[in-house]
């Protein structure tokens, strides 16, 4: 958080917007820069062309294609060999070079409840672009993935007042800088050295641990960011962080180490937005307090290690953390006796320090791929429970305990061969199914948040991969809560895509916090999503 200095507070304002005009500035120079030299004596459109079309084969960076993706590992280039065997590689090309990627969208989220005015119901509508820029060599360069995003009120200013970035001007440590209206997230940034057998990542990163599908017991070190819950995009949930990475391909397996000097928080929904619960035991008004993040400090360092290795169709890999946990714990604080209003109930999003060990597995055989991941901690923080029965009994803030707690997941897709069903079928079809339970031994601390989820999802492609059908089950198991989510996109195979999706969200419970589903705080929030995406190059 920032601290109101002078004037400064009334500039922090102005720093999103001036940050994202920044960043457009740059992505209009790349996209008209065509007679711009580069290193070689091409022109720049030219070198980006080349590195699309015709990506070094020695190259652990892959070219901007569909799957691009930074956090895909191999060995480097030049090391002599793979894991096929002694092969020789060409040496990486010495001059420097500009790759770059932009994906921009009109992103639109209609709450279907009928007793409200269509305004009323248009709850987001957002303008988003992401930015991905590598300049250098192979062996050593800097990368960038930057999201900008802002709600054009000047449309209509009565559309998304239930939607907010931050309530206040923020700059984060992990290169978040957000406003109401407004933010930019430097999700990914980072300078690569890359040498014989291995490589180091200095700066903003995102780390890809895990085997599980949707959610990954494993992935201890990026926050998440779940203003929307679980509907922010996939590659968007996870939050870099300011961390020096190493990564070492031993003969036979990988080893990763990290090393976080400072603590970041997860983004939940601020009070009052869309997503953000309402009310808890039906009558008590809830209130999100600022997160309490530790601070930088030796004692908060963050430390984290996995070996990974592939035995035939078997990968698997074992891992060890210690540092700030990254998912928040919601600690009930006081209450809130604002007048004219009823008491409500302050709640804070802490963080405190953990241990965990884990491992994760992943087979495939004939058409199945079979998953599985745990982590186990010998001292999670959890939040000792109390009878809400009696509201003059209750101790705030709730008191905290820590305990053993382990979570997994297992799960498998099947690839199904609907050409044998559908003649001419020529799409990828897949089935995925999920389970994931979490629990702290310690019977006094409440259960965690989410807690024995099954998922379930079937996807499948249409008319040479121009319609994608997916089709959505997120099950609560333990109190009873369901989600069901259907969505069709249209790749128009020029750049644009147009993306429609509905959920509709359900819980059970009778208004008590011991029984009450987690979904049951949101089954208000059914809604229809339009976006319409644009790619470049």
């Known amino acids: 958080m920032i601290k109101k200095f002078g004037k400064f507070t009334a500039y922090a304002l102005n720093v999103p917007a001036a940050a994202i005009l920044i960043v457009v500035l740059i992505a209009l120079l790349f996209a008209s820069c065509g007679h711009v030299l580069g290193a070689d004596g091409s022109t720049l459109q030219e070198t980006v062309t080349n590195r699309i079309k015709t990506p070094a084969a020695d190259s652990d960076i892959p070219a901007f294609d569909d799957s691009w993706n930074?956090?895909?590992?191999?060995?480097?280039?030049?090391?002599?060999?793979?894991?096929?065997?002694?092969?020789?590689?060409?040496?990486?090309?010495?001059?420097?070079?500009?790759?770059?990627?932009?994906?921009?969208?009109?992103?639109?989220?209609?709450?279907?409840?009928?007793?409200?005015?269509?305004?009323?119901?248009?709850?987001?509508?957002?303008?988003?672009?992401?930015?991905?820029?590598?300049?250098?060599?192979?062996?050593?360069?800097?990368?960038?993935?930057?999201?900008?995003?802002?709600?054009?009120?000047?449309?209509?200013?009565?559309?998304?007042?239930?939607?907010?970035?931050?309530?206040?001007?923020?700059?984060?440590?992990?290169?978040?800088?957000?406003?109401?209206?407004?933010?930019?997230?430097?999700?990914?940034?980072?300078?690569?050295?890359?040498?014989?057998?291995?490589?180091?990542?200095?700066?903003?990163?995102?780390?890809?641990?895990?085997?599980?599908?949707?959610?990954?017991?494993?992935?201890?070190?990026?926050?998440?960011?779940?203003?929307?819950?679980?509907?922010?995009?996939?590659?968007?949930?996870?939050?870099?962080?300011?961390?020096?990475?190493?990564?070492?391909?031993?003969?036979?397996?990988?080893?990763?180490?990290?090393?976080?000097?400072?603590?970041?928080?997860?983004?939940?929904?601020?009070?009052?937005?869309?997503?953000?619960?309402?009310?808890?035991?039906?009558?008590?008004?809830?209130?999100?307090?600022?997160?309490?993040?530790?601070?930088?400090?030796?004692?908060?360092?963050?430390?984290?290690?996995?070996?990974?290795?592939?035995?035939?169709?078997?990968?698997?890999?074992?891992?060890?953390?210690?540092?700030?946990?990254?998912?928040?714990l919601l600690r009930p604080l006081r209450t809130d006796l604002s007048p004219k209003k009823p008491v409500g109930i302050v709640v804070r999003p802490e963080y405190h320090i953990v241990d965990f060990i884990g491992a994760d597995f992943s087979m495939t055989r004939g058409d199945f791929v079979f998953s599985a991941e745990g982590a186990l901690s010998p001292d999670k923080t959890g939040v000792i429970d109390q009878d809400t029965s009696n509201p003059e009994d209750i101790v705030f803030p709730y008191p905290l305990k820590r305990s053993p707690y382990f979570s997994y997941s297992l799960g498998f897709n099947y690839f199904i061969p609907m050409e044998n069903f559908i003649k001419g079928h020529a799409g990828n079809s897949l089935f995925t199914m999920e389970w994931f339970q979490a629990r702290y031994t310690d019977r006094d601390i409440s259960n965690p948040d989410i807690t024995d989820i099954l998922t379930v999802r079937f996807q499948d492609d249409y008319f040479e991969n121009r319609i994608h059908l997916s089709l959505t089950g997120i099950f609560e198991t333990l109190k009873g809560g369901m989600i069901f989510w259907p969505e069709i996109d249209y790749d128009f195979k020029n750049g644009f895509k147009l993306e429609c999706s509905y959920a509709t969200i359900s819980g059970s419970g009778n208004g008590t916090y011991e029984d009450d589903s987690l979904l049951r705080y949101f089954k208000d929030n059914d809604f229809i999503m339009i976006n319409v995406r644009y790619a470049y190059p």
């Open 70 to 328: 930074e956090d895909e590992e191999s060995p480097p280039s030049g090391s002599g060999t793979d894991s096929l065997g002694d092969v020789d590689f060409a040496p990486p090309p010495l001059n420097p070079n500009i790759t770059w990627h932009i994906d921009t969208a009109f992103k639109n989220l209609f709450n279907t409840r009928r007793e409200r005015t269509f305004t009323e119901d248009y709850e987001k509508n957002e303008l988003t672009a992401r930015l991905e820029i590598k300049w250098g060599t192979d062996e050593n360069h800097l990368y960038t993935k930057t999201d900008i995003s802002f709600l054009p009120t000047f449309i209509n200013d009565r559309i998304g007042k239930e939607y907010v970035y931050s309530p206040h001007a923020v700059i984060a440590r992990n290169g978040r800088i957000s406003s109401s209206k407004s933010e930019v997230i430097f999700r990914e940034l980072y300078f690569h050295h890359g040498f014989q057998n291995g490589r180091v990542r200095v700066g903003n990163q995102v780390y890809a641990w895990g085997t599980a599908d949707f959610i990954n017991s494993t992935a201890y070190i990026n926050p998440l960011d779940l203003r929307e819950t679980l509907f922010m995009d996939e590659n968007h949930m996870k939050l870099g962080v300011p961390s020096v990475s190493g990564m070492y391909f031993l003969p036979n397996a990988t080893l990763e180490l990290v090393w976080i000097p400072v603590a970041t928080s997860s983004l939940l929904a601020p009070t009052g937005n869309f997503w953000a619960p309402k009310r808890v035991e039906k009558k008590y008004p809830l209130i999100f307090d600022d997160p309490d993040v530790l601070d930088p400090a030796l004692e908060n360092f963050g430390y984290a290690a996995r070996l990974s290795k592939t035995v035939g169709a078997m990968d698997f890999s074992f891992s060890a953390y210690h540092g700030p946990d990254t998912q928040a």
